[in-house]
C-alpha cells in the first residue's frame, strides 16, 4: 500500500476511519475480530476449573488439555504438559486422589490420568468389598426399583434362610 493512498475500515459506532498502512489495518481487525484477548478469559477460567460430579477423570483430563492448550497457545509444548498436570491434579474432585497424584510429580498428562485411574479403581474395589450390601444398591438403581422395597424384600429373603 501507498502512503499516499487512505484506506477507510467502519469503526463500531459507524464512523469511518483511516487506516494509513496495512499494519495498522491488520492490528485494528485483530482487535476487533481476533481471539487475542480471550487468552485471558481462558486462563481465568483454567485456574478455576474443577471436576463435575458427573465427569469421568478422562472426560475431565480431556477438558484441561483443552483449556490449557486455549490459554496459553505459544508456550512450548513442554510448558503447555506442566501446566496441564498441574491444573489436573488440583482440580481433581476427590483430594485423596488429587494428593497422590500429585506427590507423584508426574511428567505428562496421560501418566497423570493413568495414576488416578488405577488410584479410583483401587478405591472402588475396596468399597465394594467392604460394602455387601453395594451389589444389591446398584442392581436396584440400575432396574429403578425402590430401595426400600428391595432392602426389606434381601431381609426378607435372610429370615427365610
Given at each position: ?23 495498522t ?7 476487533r475480530y481476533?481471539?487475542?484477548h ?6 481465568a477460567q ?5 471436576q ?15 483449556m ?10 513442554k ?30 498428562m ?20 467392604t ?31
Amino acid at each position: 500500500m501507498r502512503p499516499k493512498e487512505a484506506h477507510t475500515l467502519m469503526g463500531r459506532s459507524g464512523l469511518v476511519m483511516t487506516i494509513p498502512n496495512y499494519a495498522t489495518l491488520t492490528g485494528a481487525l485483530e482487535r476487533r475480530y481476533g481471539d487475542a484477548h480471550l487468552q485471558h478469559v481462558y486462563q481465568a477460567q483454567l485456574r478455576s476449573w474443577r471436576q463435575r460430579f458427573e465427569e469421568t477423570l478422562q472426560q475431565y483430563e480431556a477438558d484441561i488439555s483443552r483449556m490449557v492448550n486455549l490459554a496459553y497457545p505459544k508456550a512450548p509444548a513442554k510448558i503447555i504438559e506442566q501446566l496441564a498436570v498441574s491444573n489436573f491434579v488440583e482440580g481433581l474432585r476427590d483430594p485423596e486422589i488429587g494428593q497422590l497424584v500429585g506427590l507423584a510429580r508426574h511428567k505428562t498428562m496421560s501418566e497423570a490420568l493413568t495414576h488416578a485411574l488405577e488410584i479410583e479403581d483401587v478405591k472402588e474395589a475396596s468399597r465394594d468389598a467392604t460394602n455387601p450390601y453395594q451389589d444389591q444398591y446398584k442392581k436396584t438403581k440400575k432396574t429403578g426399583g425402590n430401595l426400600i422395597d428391595s432392602l426389606l424384600e434381601h431381609l426378607q429373603q435372610l429370615k427365610n434362610r
